[in-house]
């Protein structure tokens, strides 16, 4: 049963209760202590589903957010993929990256495709399910993994469905639903769900894997419907230590326990603080991104991971936030220099897995630039790790784009 349900429910049963034990009758005044009881249940209740006292607040040093950090000095180790490119294999976009044992699975809405490559970056196969039917779709909006059962799971917003399928991506069973969501997750046989396109009063949800006994959490505000209709290509839900949730316009990170969605984390930006009072110009969702953008606010808060030792995310345009849990130090920069193995490292793109990786995307023809650069010096090119030089030497322009993995050093 949803909450909201629920606490009317529970409204009428202490009403009702209320009305019994004021009855003067002797058997209704024994009721009295039952009573108490249940109100007290009753505000415990409402009180376990209130979020903002759980949340951490976390205070940011920003010095220089567009600032170039030293690879030596946070990373241990740098890594480059190139993902395979067949005609089969061909990628449109990336709008999700799951690192899941062994293997890639990257989210394509452009060809409605989930595509999967080992973890060298040669492909495997993809779950391209398009048509009508059990186990078809017309339009993928978001996939995940349940890692317990071992399934993929894809959201199709044509029509309203989710379907399982085994990590080969053979059809096992499918749900429809009445309406779609942005984007979906998965904890403990639960599905996470965000930003539905029917319920106007909250932003994210629980339910069994069948859609039902669901259960609404984060309730929608003024600024939330400011920004109802703009969205960014990365997800809103991403798995690390947790399954996190987040919001551009929001300095709150959500996560998943104990059947509950609740706040995790709550970002102090200090003097790049959005001022209450754009938010309240009557300015468009747009307006104000410019105006964030324009001074730097902290704001546009994508990309949200945690590892054993950091909290990593992104915001603005592009600047990348790593903070240290043990000694709570604020690293913030836009491009990471790497004078060992020269593969540079910028534009962050969260991906799903726990484990101590950042992740950036770089299309085949800037990797190319990059190395045109170093070839043109022979000590840098001399520098340059021979599986680079390779990966160098079988691309082209149309080439799949190439995930540059950098490992942080632990603590």
Known sequence: MALKHFKILFKAVVIFFYCLTNLNMPIFSSLRKYYILIVCLFFLACQSKDPIATAEKIKLNLVDPNSVMDFSKRFASSEVIALETTKNSLIGEINRIYLYNGRIYLLDRSTNSVLIFNRNGTYITKLHAVGSGKGKYIGIMDFTIDEAGKKIIIHSHRPYKIIYYDLDGTFVSEVLLKNYFHNIGVADNKLITVNSSEDEEFLAALSNFDNSGIEPFIKRTTVSEMFKSFSTIFPNILSSKKKYITFPYSSTVYKYEKNRIIPAYDFDFGQRNMPDSILNKNLTASE????????????????????????????????????????????????????????????????????????????????????????????????????????????????????????????
């Open 288 to 411: 104000i991104y410019n105006v964030a953008m324009k001074n730097d606010y902290g704001f546009f808060i994508t990309n949200f991971r945690e590892t054993n030792d950091f909290l990593i995310f992104s915001y603005g345009k592009g600047s990348i936030v790593i903070y240290s849990k043990k000694d709570r130090t604020t690293e913030c920069f836009n491009f990471v220099k790497n004078d060992q193995e020269l593969i540079n490292f910028e534009n962050l793109f969260g991906h799903d897995g726990d484990d101590d990786y950042i992740l950036s995307v770089k299309e085949a023809i800037n990797f190319k630039d990059q190395m045109l650069v170093y070839r043109s010096d022979a000590k840098s090119w001399a520098k340059v790790p021979a599986h680079a030089k390779h990966i160098d030497s079988v691309l082209n322009d149309k080439s799949n784009p190439v995930l540059i993995l950098y490992k942080l050093k632990s603590k």
